[in-house]
């Protein structure tokens, strides 16, 4: 039981368990499967850069990784939402499914335009679905993957920087881990309450 609760709570253990197949497998899915929202993809990345530093991962080849799952991912996204489409906007609620993530999303693109692939990436949540409703609006899939690719590699590049560089910059930050991993969490999650609360004022 501690193990599991260990592995369920602690992204860097919970990498440690699951290795690169994990890290691919959770990237991949958050970047475009609807049912993938709720995994921790900003904190996950964070953790598996300071694992680099300490040389349990290869850093080279878990950037490579990333980025290709997220392009990949996005993909997947993007097909989804181009063949399953009005569909989405029917579907009843559920606990992978939630109409209202699908509704802030689109506002979200009408504001952003293609752009939002980018944007997007650093956002939890509209990271998900951005790229469903770049299909079910039926964006140029040339602009998309432009987009998507760059979206990737400046998501993936980031997030895994920040934790192998700081970690060396200030190596006492792996006693403070957990408190950073929140702060990530945070932050995150910011935008996202931000675009919350504009959209609850609109008249």
Known sequence: MDILSSVQFDPAALLEATGYIG???IVFAESGLFFG????GDSLLFAAGLLAFQGIFQFPF??????IAAILGDNIGYWFGKKVGPH??????????H????ERTKAFYERHGA?????????????????????????RYQTFLKYNVLGGL???TLMLSAGYFLVRLF??????????ILGIIVLSFLPVIHEFLRVKKAP
Request: hydrophobic share 60%.
């Open 88 to 97: 989405l906007f029917t579907k009843e609620e559920s606990f992978f499914f």
């Open 62 to 67: 878990l950037l490579f990784l990333v980025i």
């Open 115 to 139: 752009k939002t692939i980018i944007l997007a990436r650093f956002i939890p949540i509209v990271r998900t679905y951005a790229p469903i409703l770049a299909g079910v609006g039926s964006m």
């Open 99 to 102: 109409p209202k993530h699908v």
């Open 23 to 25: 890290l691919f497998l």
């Open 171 to 180: 190596p006492a930050i792996e006693d403070y881990l957990t408190l950073v």
């Open 154 to 156: 400046l998501w993936g």
């Open 37 to 40: 929202f709720f995994l921790p």
